[in-house]
């Protein structure tokens, strides 16, 4: 099926420092969604975004709608060790009701 | 508490002995997926229904059954379980419409052996 390229893979960082991830597709997207998941758990909605260029906040995360429609990023400021887990991204065509996934971004922090 | 839940959480089995998974929403969501998944390949659908009585193949429906009989429940079926069956699985649902925001249960890591 149909994958989102996510990056990147893997990142590592200090407490503190500012994270940024996105997403791209080949096609044009009308929802996009982001999510957390921690070890051996579900993942965990974060962020939904509908129109493009819309950015929206939840806490220390950001995340923005790609005005192209391909795409979106998520960043998180003054991380803190709870951060850690795998961040996903998923997206919606239009008419589709099936959501994409992207490959994960496995966020690693350094105290 | 709105939420997916899943049971059981562990499993470990014998090849070809028949398991079900079971996956239950409180939310009154029409749509309910299945997904897999495994290191280096993502989540992976199974199957997915969009409302009772109608269900759909994903990307990865071989060696699976779904059945949905009520609008909560959505048990995964594992008629011949195979090694190549061992993951991760999470049950999710949403809306059918309107928002498109998906909530995943817990995960149910399931090993044959």
């Known amino acids: 099926g149909q994958q989102l390229n996510q990056s990147p893979q893997s990142m590592f960082i200090q407490e503190g420092e500012d994270v940024s991830m996105n997403c791209t597709s080949s096609?044009?997207?009308?929802?996009w969604l982001w999510y957390k998941q921690d070890p051996g758990e579900g993942p965990v909605l974060l962020i939904a975004?509908?129109?493009?260029?819309e950015l929206t906040s939840n806490g220390r995360l950001t995340a923005q709608f790609g005005i192209t429609r391909k795409d979106s990023f998520l960043n998180i400021s003054a991380s803190i060790p709870s951060d850690v887990g795998i961040y996903f991204c998923?997206?919606?065509?239009?008419?589709?009701?099936?959501?994409?996934f992207g490959q994960g971004t496995r966020l690693t922090i350094n105290p | 508490e709105a939420q997916v839940t899943q049971n059981p959480r562990y499993l470990i089995t014998v090849t070809g002995k028949k398991l079900t998974v079971t996956c239950s929403q409180n939310?009154?969501?029409?749509?309910m997926s299945w997904y897999r998944q495994d290191p280096g390949l993502g989540l992976r659908q199974i199957y997915y229904?969009?409302?009772?009585?109608?269900?759909d193949k994903g990307d990865v429906p071989e060696g699976y059954k779904v059945s949905r009989k009520e609008k909560r429940n959505f048990p995964l079926i594992l008629e011949s379980p195979s090694p190549n069956q061992t993951s991760l699985y999470f049950c999710?649902?949403?809306?059918?419409?309107?928002?498109?925001?998906?909530?995943f249960g817990p995960g149910t890591r399931l090993t044959v052996t």
């Open positions: 999710a649902s949403r809306l059918a419409g309107g928002s498109y925001e998906q909530y």
């Open positions: 096609s044009i997207f009308n929802t």
């Open positions: 975004l509908y129109k493009a260029g």
């Open positions: 998923a997206g919606r065509s239009q008419g589709a009701q099936k959501l994409v």
């Open positions: 939310m009154n969501h029409e749509y």
């Open positions: 229904s969009m409302n009772v009585e109608v269900t």
